[in-house]
C-alpha cells in the first residue's frame, strides 16, 4: 500500500511504501532529510468501475487535509502565503498612512498660517490696487510694501493666494517704475539740462 507524506521542511507531498514507514526519509523535492512519521494516510486505489475516481480522491484528499493528516500539504502552502501577503500589505499601508500623517501635519502647519493671513493679504492687495486707480500711487506702494513683508518668509501653498501674490509684486514694481518716472520728470522740470 502507498502512503502520503508531507516533508516538514517544504511541505511538499510525496508517496511512500509501506516498508520506508518509521525510517529516514528524503524529500525528493527539497532534498531535506527527516525521520518518516507514523503513516499519514493511504492512497486510494483507483477503482476500476467508474468515471467518478477523480472525483472520489479529490474529494478524499480534501477530507485528509480537513482532518489534518496531511499538515504540511498544498493547502497549508496556500494559506501560509496568503497570510504573509496579507500581513506585507497592512505593513505597507500603515507606512503609507503613517507618512501621510506626518506629511499632513506639516501641511496643516503651511495651510493655517495661509488660512489665518489670506483674509488680511487680499484686503492688503485690494487697498492697493484701489489706492493706485485713484492715483495715489505712494500710498499704494506703501500698501504693496506692507503687503510683501507680511508674506516675507513664509512658503505659500495655496495655488489661487500664491498666484495673487505674485501679481501684487508685478503690480508694486510698475508702480515703483511709474514713482521713479515722475520724479525723474520733476527733478528734470526744476533743473533744466543746459
Same mark, same amino acid.
Given at each position: 500500500?502507498?502512503y502520503?507524506v =508531507?516533508? $516538514?521542511?517544504c511541505?511538499?507531498v510525496?508517496?511512500l511504501?509501506?516498508?520506508? &514507514?518509521?525510517?529516514r526519509?528524503?524529500? !525528493?523535492?527539497?532534498?531535506?532529510?527527516?525521520?518518516?512519521p507514523?503513516l499519514?494516510?493511504?492512497? +486510494? $486505489?483507483? %477503482?476500476q468501475h467508474? !468515471?467518478?475516481t477523480?472525483?472520489? #480522491?479529490?474529494?478524499?484528499d480534501? @477530507?485528509? %487535509?480537513? #482532518?489534518?493528516?496531511?499538515?504540511g500539504?498544498? *493547502? #497549508?502552502?496556500?494559506?501560509?502565503?496568503a497570510?504573509?501577503?496579507t500581513a506585507?500589505?497592512?505593513?505597507?499601508m500603515a507606512?503609507?498612512?503613517?507618512?501621510?500623517?506626518?506629511?499632513?501635519?506639516?501641511?496643516?502647519g *503651511? =495651510? $493655517?498660517?495661509?488660512?489665518?493671513?489670506?483674509?488680511?493679504?487680499?484686503?492688503l492687495?485690494?487697498?492697493?490696487? @484701489?489706492?493706485?486707480?485713484?492715483?495715489?500711487?505712494?500710498? &499704494?506702494?506703501?500698501?504693496y *510694501? %506692507?503687503?510683501?513683508?507680511t508674506? &516675507?518668509?513664509h512658503?505659500?501653498?495655496?495655488a +489661487?493666494?500664491?498666484?495673487?501674490l505674485?501679481q501684487?509684486?508685478?503690480?508694486q514694481? *510698475?508702480?515703483?517704475?511709474?514713482?521713479? &518716472?515722475? $520724479?525723474?520728470r520733476?527733478?528734470?522740470?526744476?533743473n !533744466?539740462p543746459?
Open positions: 500500500m502507498i502520503h =508531507s516533508c $516538514q521542511t511541505g511538499r510525496f508517496a511504501g509501506r516498508l520506508e &514507514a518509521g525510517e526519509v528524503m524529500c !525528493p523535492a527539497c532534498g531535506a532529510v527527516s525521520e518518516n507514523l499519514s494516510f493511504p492512497l +486510494q $486505489q483507483p %477503482q467508474g !468515471p467518478a477523480l472525483a472520489d #480522491r479529490a474529494h478524499d480534501a @477530507e485528509a %487535509q480537513d #482532518r489534518g493528516l496531511y499538515p500539504g498544498p *493547502r #497549508r502552502r496556500w494559506v501560509v502565503v497570510v504573509a501577503l506585507a500589505l497592512i505593513g505597507a507606512a503609507v498612512l503613517s507618512t501621510r500623517a506626518g506629511k499632513s501635519t506639516a501641511d496643516a *503651511r =495651510s $493655517q498660517w495661509e488660512d489665518s493671513h489670506r483674509l488680511e493679504l487680499m484686503e492687495k485690494s487697498r492697493a490696487e @484701489e489706492m493706485t486707480l485713484r492715483g495715489d500711487l505712494s500710498g &499704494a506702494w506703501r500698501i *510694501r %506692507q503687503l510683501g513683508e508674506a &516675507a518668509g512658503e505659500i501653498w495655496d +489661487q493666494l500664491k498666484e495673487n505674485e501684487a509684486r508685478f503690480d514694481d *510698475r508702480v515703483y517704475s511709474v514713482l521713479m &518716472a515722475r $520724479q525723474g520733476a527733478v528734470s522740470g526744476t !533744466p543746459r
